[in-house]
């Protein structure tokens, strides 16, 4: 993976993408970044440092934002702030908002009027989106609120199981949570936690991830379960 483990493509590493002007190759147009990456948020200072170095090479600036919310809700940041950077930014509806689909792109009139035509030819456009805008736009009226909740839930997830010795856990920003367990207990705990009710892909490393419908007795009950596993193992 190219990203340093804060989540950021190391600067070197973007000037040593864009490609000389010659016609032999492809020309470099375009600076993508996600925030958050891998549930961390990227630093004011980063972006800041990324944006100026595509700008000085000619380069539009577009955000991944699907979980930008969590990056707002994290940093105590407004959405317009950790926009204001960038040429354009796509916001997901369905991840931490709770919506069945949708996403939203937010550039320039050109751009989005460009982006339009392209929805239409690679058959995305729909006639019926106002059932699907209808649900982010309750979305944004009434789950809003939640994020701190997932946020919360989530480091008190962390906290649990890094309790136990033979889980290793990543440090977490937001709502998702990376752990690696010891090789010798994947299959048993994983076999473990299906008997007890709870549904995991346990691998090497794990991603557990909390959203509006995990409540604080859910968490506790997948401690509570992951400790009496290691109780008798
Ligand atoms: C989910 C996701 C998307 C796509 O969002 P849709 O609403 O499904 O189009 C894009 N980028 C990232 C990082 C995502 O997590």
Same mark, same amino acid.
């Given at each position: ?26 020309? *470099? ?13 990227? &630093?004011?200072?980063? @972006? ?8 000085? +090479? ?16 994290? &940093?105590? &940041?407004?959405?317009?702030?950790? $926009? ?7 916001? $997901? ?5 709770? *919506?069945?689909?949708?996403?939203? /792109? ?24 106002? !059932? !699907?805008?209808?649900? $982010?736009?309750?979305?944004?009226? +009434? +789950? ?16 649990? /199981?890094?309790?136990?010795?033979? !889980?290793?856990? *990543?440090?977490?920003? &937001? ?9 010798? +207990? ?19 490393? *794990?991603?557990?991830? @909390?959203?509006?419908? !995990? ?19």
């Amino acid at each position: 993976m190219e990203n340093a483990p804060d989540g950021s493509l190391p600067l070197e590493k973007i000037a040593a993408a864009v490609k000389a002007d010659d016609f032999h190759f492809a020309r *470099t147009r375009l600076l993508a970044l996600e925030n958050t990456i891998g549930g961390k948020v990227l &630093t004011a200072e980063y @972006v800041q440092q990324a944006t100026a170095l595509a700008r000085t +090479h000619g380069l539009a600036t577009h955000l991944d934002g699907a979980r930008l919310f969590n990056a707002a809700v994290a &940093t105590d &940041t407004s959405l317009k702030q950790l $926009c204001q950077p960038f040429d354009s930014v796509s916001l $997901c509806f369905s991840k931490g908002l709770g *919506t069945p689909m949708g996403s939203a /792109l937010v550039g320039s009139q050109a751009l989005i009027d460009r982006a339009r035509r392209w929805r239409k030819v690679v058959g995305g456009g729909m006639r019926q989106a106002g !059932i !699907i805008a209808a649900a $982010c736009q309750h979305a944004l009226d +009434h +789950h809003v609120g939640d994020w701190a909740n997932d946020h919360r839930r989530a480091a008190r997830l962390a906290e649990g /199981l890094a309790a136990f010795p033979a !889980i290793e856990v *990543t440090p977490q920003d &937001t709502n998702m949570v990376f752990v690696q367990i010891d090789n010798a +207990h994947i299959a048993p705990l994983a076999a473990w936690l299906k008997e007890h009710g709870v549904l995991i892909e346990l691998l090497y490393a *794990t991603r557990m991830v @909390v959203h509006r419908d !995990i409540s604080e007795s859910d968490i506790e009950q997948v401690l509570n379960i992951i400790k009496r596993y290691f109780d008798q193992a």
